[in-house]
């Protein structure tokens, strides 16, 4: 059956407990078929999909992407790569003046080739009752996730889709409408009480307790981004409120680097190795 395109839009949802069973071939199909017909710039389409479905390289990949449990369960990983190498190696049989792999408005591009390709493939899915997630962690250790995939020259991963069948029914979460989102011939600051007032409608909701534990860490962690004011004034704030914020739990305690996640040198030397030279 058929499902209107605002009816996939409405019920997406991202999906972290998938039932551990197979996607058929012809779905899985039909999906990929739909990723590649996204489109790309100039319609070179320079992004390449890497199917993953082995347990051992799940397993790997777990580890690497801050050890996301669903990754594993899921059937499918497809990991979206920027891909300037089709183009290398047809410029060796027909030379063309092609400097893509060594400029930052390119590297961009690609990305953004790759991420509307997986975009279009999550919403293609949605509409055959299988859900996703995105899983950006694969670029915070994205040399050894490269290594796993033998991921040549002039090609880097982007972004990882998870997907599979959902074990119940997901409920879409809060998110911003387009009153906050959306600006009307320019840019316009929302007014700083209406903004708190719709990061509290959408995020306020989730309160942690200010343990002796988390607090400390929130505190270490804004003192060594932003120095001693500023992790005082955190703590100040917290405390005064009497709980911890989805925010500061998210910026102070998750999305914190871990052992082994790529600093800028690491990426700079990672990209220098894929025939990347932007970044140097
Ligand atoms: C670029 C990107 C990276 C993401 N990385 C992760 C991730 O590593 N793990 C995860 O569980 N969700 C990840 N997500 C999913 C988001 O957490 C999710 O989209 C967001 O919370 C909104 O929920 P929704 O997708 O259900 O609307 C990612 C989403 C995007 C777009």
Same mark, same amino acid.
């Given at each position: ?6 009816d996939?839009?409405? $019920?997406? %949802?991202? @999906? ?7 996607? #058929? ?5 039909? =999906? =990929?078929?739909?990723? @590649? ?12 999909? *890497?199917k ?10 777990? +580890?690497?992407c ?7 369960? !899921?059937?499918? &990983?497809?990991?979206?790569? *920027?891909?300037f ?11 063309a #003046? ?28 949605? !509409?055959?009752?299988l +859900?996703?997630?995105?899983?950006? &962690? ?12 033998? *991921? ?14 959902p074990?119940?029914?997901?409920? #879409? ?9 959306? $600006? ?6 929302m ?23 988390l ?10 981004? $932003?120095?001693? %004011? /500023? !992790? ?16 500061? /739990?998210?910026?102070?305690? /998750? ?14 030397a ?10 140097e």
């Open positions: 059956m058929s499902r209107d395109i605002f996939i839009i409405n $019920h997406r %949802a991202s @999906c972290r407990n998938f039932l551990e069973k197979e996607i #058929p071939e012809e779905i899985m199909n039909q =999906l =990929l078929d739909a990723a @590649c017909k996204s489109p790309s710039s100039g319609g070179f389409q320079t992004y390449s999909i *890497i993953v479905t082995q347990k051992e390289k799940k397993e790997q990949l777990v +580890k690497l801050r050890n996301q449990k669903f990754i594993e369960k !899921a059937p499918v &990983n497809l990991v979206f790569c *920027i891909d190498r089709r183009i290398k190696r047809i410029n060796e049989v027909e030379p #003046p092609f400097i893509e792999t060594d400029t930052f408005a390119n590297f961009w591009i690609g990305l953004m080739d790759a991420a509307i390709s997986a975009q279009t493939l999550c919403l293609a899915a949605e !509409a055959l009752q +859900k996703t997630v995105y899983v950006g &962690n694969l670029i915070n250790r994205i040399d050894q996730a490269a290594a796993l995939l033998n *991921i040549p020259e002039y090609v880097c991963p982007v972004i990882m889709v998870t997907l599979g069948y074990v119940s029914a997901l409920k #879409p979460p809060l998110r911003y409408d387009r009153n906050i989102l959306v $600006h009307e011939e320019t840019y316009q600051d007014d700083i009480e209406a903004l708190m007032k719709a990061y509290k409608n959408k995020d306020g909701q989730q309160k942690i307790k200010a343990s002796e534990k607090v400390e860490k929130i505190y270490r962690t804004a003192l060594t981004y $932003h120095g001693e %004011a /500023y !992790a005082e004034k955190c703590k100040k704030y917290i405390l005064d409120k009497g709980y911890i914020s989805m925010y500061q /739990y998210w910026f102070g305690c /998750y999305y914190i680097d871990e052992e082994g996640f790529l600093d800028m040198k690491g990426y700079q990672f990209m220098k190795k894929q025939g990347f030279r932007w970044l």
